[in-house]
């Protein structure tokens, strides 16, 4: 079935990124909140043996996924994730032609970041888990038109400065209701992600300055000039 095939294969990848020897790391926070916008391709092509058949991949010209991230503590954060698709009916739905509309979806993960194994380089590749709920709107009747999901999945965040980076993941839903069936589907994203120390200004430990400037004003002493008293 495509989503074990799926599973296997984010394994596979997340354990080959990271067969390199054990690095030290602390518990000290990455970051404290990340917030991503990205592009869409939703597999629902019915096809188990195919996870990323990439013809039957239904897409939008603009972004349409936003995703909030929070920091918890040891690698661990929890995210919320909300995307929006819209069917071409020139491609494959659930092994059927011309299926029209959208969806809608709404994601919670628990997340795991390898950053800190691979000491905070450019890399930054995670594994997520967690629920989600998919509303149909098209004239797909062999699916669910609201369905509860088991999502699964991971991806990679490639950071070219401090705190901008580009992600790229893969999500495999499970259909709670109709298990294993026609409710399930994969979504793949593409976009740019922003991590931030702290929403609240101050010190950001992502731009900090290394060189301290004193705002406090110096006083200016004035030397008063003492008379020379005359002899005469």
């Known amino acids: 079935m495509k989503v074990v095939f799926t599973f296997i294969f984010l394994m596979f990848a997340i354990l080959n990124t990271n067969a390199q020897p054990t690095k030290t790391f602390t518990n000290k926070d990455t970051y404290s909140w990340m917030f991503g916008l990205s592009w869409v391709l939703t597999d629902d092509d019915g096809s188990s043996f195919n996870p990323f058949l990439v013809q039957n991949m239904h897409s939008h010209l603009f972004p349409t996924q936003v995703t909030v991230d929070k920091y918890f503590y040891n690698s661990w954060s929890g995210e919320a994730v909300l995307a929006y698709s819209v069917y071409n009916p020139g491609k494959i739905t659930n092994e059927q032609e011309e299926i029209s509309g959208s969806m809608f979806s709404m994601d919670f993960h628990s997340k795991y970041s390898f950053y800190k194994l691979l ?52 999500t495999a839903k499970i ?47 004035h030397i008063k000039k003492k008379k020379k008293k005359d002899d005469s």
């Open 119 to 170: 000491n905070r380089g450019a890399i930054d590749p995670f594994a997520i888990g967690g629920i989600g709920l998919s509303m149909r709107n098209n004239n797909d009747e062999l699916a669910q038109p609201v369905s509860l999901t088991l999502n699964i999945g991971g991806g990679i965040n490639f950071w070219v400065s401090n705190y901008i980076g580009i992600q790229i993941r893969s």
């Open 175 to 221: 259909g709670v209701i109709d298990f294993f069936k026609k409710s399930d589907y994969m979504q793949h994203s593409l976009g740019i992600v922003a991590r931030f120390e702290s929403l609240e200004p101050g010190d950001n430990e992502f731009n900090k300055s290394k060189y301290k400037i004193s705002k406090k004003r110096k006083k200016i002493k």
